[in-house]
């Protein structure tokens, strides 16, 4: 679990973005923290950077999958709130 210590640098968002799931090796459409669905290990990836296939969890688990938890906002024309088309 993302973990904060001023609440104020963060907006809360209702963004369908969040809940989409990808698969390991898809670039990130956003920058931010991804988390595993399958695990809950969390990395930072830049967008357009694959995302992460290389922490361990079992077979039995399943497949590396990611959910947008934290969007790095650079840009408010394309943030989760506003999705580029």
Avoid: N
């Amino acid at each position: 679990m993302a973990i904060f210590k001023y609440a104020q640098c963060f907006t809360l968002s209702r963004s369908k973005a969040f809940d989409l799931v990808f698969e390991a090796h898809q670039p990130a459409p956003y920058e931010g923290i991804y988390q595993c669905v399958v695990c809950g290990r969390e990395a930072a990836v830049p967008q357009g950077q694959e995302l992460p296939a290389d922490h361990d969890h079992t077979s039995e688990q399943g497949y590396w999958q990611w959910r947008l938890v934290a969007y790095a906002e650079h840009d408010t024309a394309r943030s989760p709130q506003k999705p580029a088309p």
